[in-house]
């Protein structure tokens, strides 16, 4: 069992940054492969990126690839969301969600058996 809480959201402007942050509780953290999604209004769920046990592989969707960087501290049971050169289309509830069942590529929202509550970021043109 793991719960998760978000925090670092905010309002940005176009061009700026944020760094979300996920805490997570328990003690194997590092057990758990870990990913953010987001979700727009009047929108479903999409995965935006996922980051293996170790930290030592990670993927994106291609629509933030070049701009986000996902990276994890297990020892302070800590993921952390890097969003650089935001775009208003970027705008969403983020989750930071954990995976204990596999240690490969999971995008949907059903691999995925604990989640956050979710942080909003806006991102004003």
């Known amino acids: 069992q793991v719960q998760l809480v978000e925090s670092g959201g905010g309002l940005v402007q176009a061009g700026g940054s944020l760094r979300l942050s996920c805490a997570a509780s328990?003690?194997?953290?590092?057990?758990?492969?870990m990913a953010w999604f987001r979700q727009a209004p009047g929108k479903e769920r999409e995965f935006v990126t996922r980051?293996?046990?170790?930290?030592?592989?990670?993927y994106y969707a291609g629509s933030v690839k070049g701009r986000f960087s996902i990276s994890r501290d297990n020892a302070k049971n800590m993921v952390y969301l890097q969003m650089n050169s935001l775009k208003p289309e970027d705008t969403a509830v983020y989750y930071c969600?954990?995976?204990?069942?596999?240690?490969?590529?999971?995008?949907?929202?059903?691999?995925?058996?604990?989640w956050g509550q979710g942080t909003q970021v806006t991102v004003s043109s």
């Open positions: 980051i293996s046990r170790s930290g030592g592989t990670t």
């Open positions: 328990g003690r194997t953290f590092n057990s758990y492969a």
């Open positions: 969600a954990a995976d204990s069942r596999s240690n490969v590529l999971q995008t949907t929202t059903r691999a995925y058996n604990y």
